[in-house]
Every structure is written in structure tokens, then in C-alpha cells.
């Protein structure tokens, strides 16, 4: 186990090694094992021939609540476990994950602690991994140097991302641009989300030394405003983003961005406009049917990984060029897996194939599931 990564500033090279540390995980070769005693391949909801999502392995179990899967060169993800600090390293072929890293995280929240994680996109040659993470003084994002074997030489990026027990965002993503796009949420603080000199209720745009990226709407790192708990973010085929939302008691969102634009929160929620709000384009009205957390788009498909909902959607995006309904309903939309592997936390597409990662939100007995679509 590796002792906690001290917040300093980046160093050049690893000093450390991991060592072998406390319980080990339970790694399995990939196989399908739904733990419900359901079909793996059945799901609730509706889609054309061949084109209905379905479980075919369970790639690691035993995992303490994971929160992010970054796929590195090579084909292995690094995750993130939210409660430990953890990173792990699990092989392209699923089985046992190895421990790379351990963040000292905070740990008396119920949503804080190791979030994201996106490898930089010249990760093969600077080895650079970019995390979001709760510290005692707010969130923070930090980039972290691999060695191929290890993770170290925290250096820290966006410091003072306000922080509380809830809506903590944590999203990173890597965009088409090269930047680092960063969601975050309003840490129960409302009236932030409107404030375009907070960091909370953001989704924030870098570049990889921290420093607001080039073009950005209003020269600081705000992206777009007006956001309650970004949780997912994702690109189509025409470079236009969406991200995934949490609503309060009732419209959770699907929301397309645009830079300099808000999403009106607090004062409105779901399809509606209030003050020039950019209303969303899918909504569910019941946070029963999903409380999104993350987002793929794979062929202009979204795929949404719910919690409070325990299944997966997928959404077909309107294609780039085309004007994008209104009424907060996109057609075509059908879920899958309904409360079969209980609550879903991360949907990350596997590099070069139509097959997705999905990690649950099961504490300690939490699983990635590799889904066919």
C-alpha cells in the first residue's frame, strides 16, 4: 500500500513503489455473473434487432465503491474507489486489479472523495492522469505522474472547488479539443451556481497546466453556468457536448452545452427557460426512472448510468446539423437492466469496441460489468 500522495507540487519522477497492502479484491476471470439471479441479457425496455445492450462478463468484483474508469494506451483502465483513495489498475482482460495509488481523501462526506480520473491525451509519452478529489480545504483537480507502474508527484491544478456532504460533481473528461473539461457541483450552495465567480454548479474548461483555456466565454475557467450536480460528460460525432444532471426532487437532465451559456438552476429545472436558461433536451421527470450519474455516446447513442434508477438508458442523440427538439423527450429513448445490478455509477466505452464498462454503486461488493451493445 502506498503511503498517502502529499499535496505538492509535481515532481519529475516516482519515488515510491507500491507494496503489497490490506485486503486483497476478488478478481475473476470474465464471465457473466449476475448477482440477482436474472438473465444477464435481460432488460427492461425495447430496442431494434441486435441492438439490445446486454451483459456479457463480469470484469472485476469485490471493488469499494467505484467512481471512475479511465482506459489507458494498451487497453488496462485505472479506477478510482471514492471511500479508499484508491487507484487501481485492472488488465484489459479483466481479473485482478492492482493497486497504483492511495489519495488522502476527506471522509465525512456521503458524496466527496476520489471522483474522476482522464488520462492526459498525450498520456503514452507525459504519462500524465488528471483526478478530482475531496480534500479538507474543497475539492481539488490535480494531474499525477505514471510511471508505468505507479502513480505520484501530485500537482495540484484548480484548488478551492467548494465542497460539502452532497452535489459535489467530480467529472472529469479529456475533450476533442485537447483540454480538460471539469463538472462540478453547487456543494448545497444554490445561489452559486448563478455566480460566475464561484467554481461550484460549473463546468469548467482547462488547459493542462490549470490555467483557463484559450476562448473560453468569459476568460476565467467557467465553461457554462447555472448547473445543480454535473455527473456525466460526453462528445457525439459533430464535437458537440452533453453532460448528464441531477435534479432535485424531479427533472433530472440531459443538457447539450454551449460555451457561455446557463442552465438555470436554481431557478428553474427540466425542459423550461427562465432569465435566457437553456432548457434541457431530455428530461426525466421522476428522479425514480433514473438520478443519472455518468454519460457515453458512442454513434451518437447516449448511454446513462443511473443510481437512484438502478438501470441503464440509452438515448438516441439528434444527429449533428439537425435542429434539436424541444419538450424535453427524445424519441426513441428505452432502458435496460432495471434494478438488476443495482445502483450504476460510471459507463465508459472500451477503446476500439462496441462494448461498454459499467462500474456499480454496490460499497464494498461493487462490480464492473462489460456490456455488449
Not at 431494434?48 to 474508469?69: E, F, H, K, M, Q
Not at 485482478?96 to 488522502?104: G, K, L, N, Q
Not at 452545452?257 to 442552465?263: E, F, I, N, R, V
Amino acid at each position: 500500500m502506498m503511503p498517502a500522495i502529499p499535496r505538492r507540487s509535481f515532481l519529475a519522477l516516482l519515488g515510491a513503489a507500491t507494496t503489497a497492502g490490506a485486503a486483497a479484491l476478488t478478481g475473476c476471470t470474465p464471465m457473466p455473473v449476475p448477482r440477482t439471479g436474472t438473465s444477464a441479457s435481460a432488460g427492461a425496455g425495447s430496442g431494434g434487432p441486435g441492438s439490445v445492450p446486454r451483459v456479457t462478463a463480469t470484469v472485476v468484483d469485490g471493488l469499494d465503491t467505484p467512481w471512475s474508469i479511465a482506459f489507458l494506451p494498451g487497453g488496462s483502465a485505472l479506477v478510482s474507489e471514492r471511500n479508499s483513495g484508491r487507484i487501481l489498475e485492472v488488465p484489459a482482460a479483466g481479473g485482478t486489479p492492482r493497486e497504483v495509488a492511495r489519495i488522502s481523501v476527506r471522509t465525512d462526506t456521503s458524496e466527496g472523495g476520489l471522483l474522476g480520473l482522464a488520462p492526459s491525451p498525450g498520456f503514452a509519452e507525459d504519462g500524465t492522469l488528471f483526478a478530482y478529489y475531496t480534500a479538507g480545504t474543497g475539492n481539488r483537480v490535480v494531474a499525477l505522474h505514471w510511471n508505468g507502474r505507479t502513480l505520484g508527484g501530485e500537482h495540484v491544478l484548480v484548488d478551492g472547488i467548494p465542497a460539502a456532504a452532497i452535489h459535489n460533481g467530480g467529472r472529469l473528461k479529456v475533450g476533442p479539443d485537447g483540454l480538460l473539461y471539469i463538472g462540478t457541483g453547487d456543494a448545497t450552495r444554490q445561489s452559486s451556481a448563478q455566480d460566475r465567480g464561484s467554481l461550484s454548479g460549473k463546468v469548467l474548461r482547462i488547459s493542462a497546466d490549470g490555467a483557463p483555456a484559450p476562448g473560453n466565454p468569459f476568460g476565467t475557467r467557467v465553461y457554462t453556468y447555472g448547473h445543480r450536480n454535473v455527473q456525466g460528460l460526453a462528445w457525439d460525432s459533430g464535437g458537440r457536448l452533453w453532460a448528464s444532471e441531477l435534479g432535485p426532487d424531479r427533472d433530472d437532465e440531459l443538457n447539450l452545452l454551449t460555451p457561455g451559456s446557463q442552465y438555470g438552476w436554481p431557478d428553474v429545472t427540466g425542459a423550461r427557460s427562465v432569465n435566457g436558461s437553456v432548457p434541457a433536451v431530455h428530461v426525466w421527470p421522476s428522479t425514480a426512472d433514473a438520478s443519472p450519474s455518468a454519460l457515453a455516446v458512442v454513434d451518437d447513442v447516449a448511454y446513462v448510468a443511473c443510481l437512484r434508477g438502478e438501470r441503464l438508458w440509452r438515448i438516441p442523440l439528434p444527429a449533428p446539423g439537425t435542429p434539436v427538439p424541444s419538450g424535453g423527450t427524445l424519441p426513441g429513448a428505452a432502458e435496460f437492466f432495471r434494478g438488476q445490478f443495482g445502483r450504476l455509477r460510471d459507463v465508459a466505452q472500451v477503446p476500439g469496441k462496441r462494448e461498454l464498462w459499467v462500474a456499480t454503486n454496490e460499497g464494498t461488493q461493487s462490480r464492473i460489468l462489460a456490456v455488449a451493445i
